[in-house]
């Protein structure tokens, strides 16, 4: 064999040893694929297996619309959402009045309407009343408070109740009016002048009241009597001092309502003069309020017009 067919089979030999090398290592890369494919399939499936709800059960199918309509899934929240926004939006609309069926279409729903059916749900009253007031003052003020009164027996209870103010609040006075009623026979000034010393003392220690008001409720009651006599009535002798007419304030706040008035104090003179008790200028203003000769409602308060439509009307 010559040199050139010796060196030509070397060089066959090691191409052949290279060939069988690269498949030999291309046949363990392919191997160790296939041993890392089934070991990541079957990571996965047990993933999967260990991910299965328990109310779902292997072997049955379920439809699409059983998991987006299930209660708590993201589609019904998101309704739940948009449903609550447009009651919103409906519940804006019904209460500026931009849409008349909207409100009526909508009172029926379960969400309550902002718009309330009663001319004066919620009334803006007075300053001076709270939402912890008692209701039997809150009452007082909606029905007696400033409106013209012009009976008799009603002034002189009223006349009473203002100086029983004094010292304590218009709230107690209210608590025990009955009491007064009882006590002094409706406010009949003749049956009430004629109280005894005795049954002053008797009047004072049942209904727990001072024996000096109670004297001087009694005199009060003989002084109404000569009013009578020279005026005709009570109501002739106080709404004279107003021309007959009650006065109409325009007060925007509470705190600009005066304690007392250059009116109050000209009453309150002449009352002392001719012998009456517990009439003092701050008395006689909150009387006048009270009868109804002075409105004092605030302009913001929805009692301020009524009362003056009865000053203008009675």
Request: overall charge positive; glycine content about 6%.
């Amino acid at each position: 064999m010559s040199r050139t067919e010796t060196m030509g089979l070397a060089k066959s030999e090691t191409l052949q040893s290279s060939s069988c090398n690269r498949l030999i290592g291309r046949s363990e890369s392919l191997k160790r694929d296939s041993v890392m494919s089934n070991g990541g399939s079957a990571k996965v499936k047990g993933t999967l297996e260990r991910k299965k709800s328990k109310s779902f059960k292997e072997g049955e199918s379920y439809p699409s619309w059983l998991i987006t309509e299930a209660p708590g899934s993201i589609a019904a929240v998101r309704r739940e959402q948009v449903a609550a926004q447009q009651a919103l939006r409906k519940l804006k609309i019904a209460h500026y009045g931009r849409s008349k069926s909207t409100l009526t279409n909508f009172t029926s729903s379960k969400v309550v309407p902002l718009v309330h059916p009663s001319p004066h749900p919620h009334p803006q009253r007075c300053s001076f009343i709270t939402p912890t007031s008692d209701p039997i003052y809150v009452a007082y003020h909606d029905e007696e408070w400033g409106v013209p009164v012009h009976d008799d027996k009603t002034l002189f209870e009223l006349l009473t109740l203002s100086g029983a103010q004094v010292g304590s609040d218009w709230t107690s006075t209210l608590r025990k009016r009955h009491d007064y009623r009882k006590a002094f026979m409706e406010f009949e000034a003749e049956a009430v002048a004629k109280i005894s010393e005795k049954e002053m003392n008797e009047i004072s220690t049942e209904y727990k009241i001072e024996m000096s008001k109670v004297r001087g409720i009694v005199e009060n009651a003989t002084k109404i009597l000569e009013i009578k006599k020279n005026f005709g009535s009570l109501e002739k002798y106080i709404w004279g001092f107003v021309n007959h007419k009650p006065i109409s304030t325009n007060y925007k706040f509470g705190h600009k309502i005066p304690v007392k008035t250059s009116k109050s104090e000209s009453i309150s003179k002449d009352m002392v003069r001719r012998g009456f008790r517990y009439v003092g200028p701050t008395v006689v203003h909150s009387f006048m309020q009270a009868a109804g000769l002075t409105n004092d409602h605030l302009l913001t308060c929805y009692r301020h017009i009524p009362c003056t439509l009865l000053s203008t009307n009675p």
